[in-house]
Each structure stands twice: as C-alpha cells, then as structure tokens.
C-alpha cells in the first residue's frame, strides 16, 4: 500500500511489486502468519528482509520518491508506536475515553 502513492512508473511497479512478493514469501518462509505476534528473533529476522528490501527499492526510486517512501515508512512507525496495549490496542484514556486519544 505505501507504493501506491509514490507516482511509480510501469517498470519501477513491476519491479517493486516483484521486490514486495519476494519480501512476503521470504516472511513466510520464516513460519509468520499474519495475525500472530511474532517472537523477538522472528523480528529481528523480518528486520533483516525489510532492510535488504529497503535497500533493493532505494535502487528502483527516483530521489523524490525515495524521500515520500521514507516520509510514509517514518509516519507509519510513529503510529504504530502509538498502539500502546497488549495485541498492539490502542490503550484507553484519550478524550473522551476513545483510543489513542483521538
């Protein structure tokens, strides 16, 4: 999803989505279903397909895409942080009582 919004060319989307497919079935080949929460060895090891992604995808991005993706992948960490509660809930207490306190 955050290709989507990067303004890919035809080539670079063939070759992303091809890096993305990749990255998922070297994910998978780790034992991860989606759903579960991985162990801290299972995270280190996803750390380690993202990075080798990341720096694949640098090679496809144009300057200006490359600084968007970084842009988005920063933003999406900042939310995910954010979850706070077990299972990666929002944790109560915003205004309101809502969560993440929105």
Known sequence: KMLDGLGLS????????????????????????????????MMKKFRGIRDEFDKKLEKILTPKQLKKYKDEQAAARARFRGMGGPGGRPMMGGPGGRPGGH
């Open 10 to 41: 035809a080539a670079q989307k063939k070759k992303a989505y091809a890096l993305v497919d990749h990255q998922m079935k070297e994910m998978q080949g780790l034992g991860f279903k989606r759903g579960q929460r991985p162990s801290p060895d």
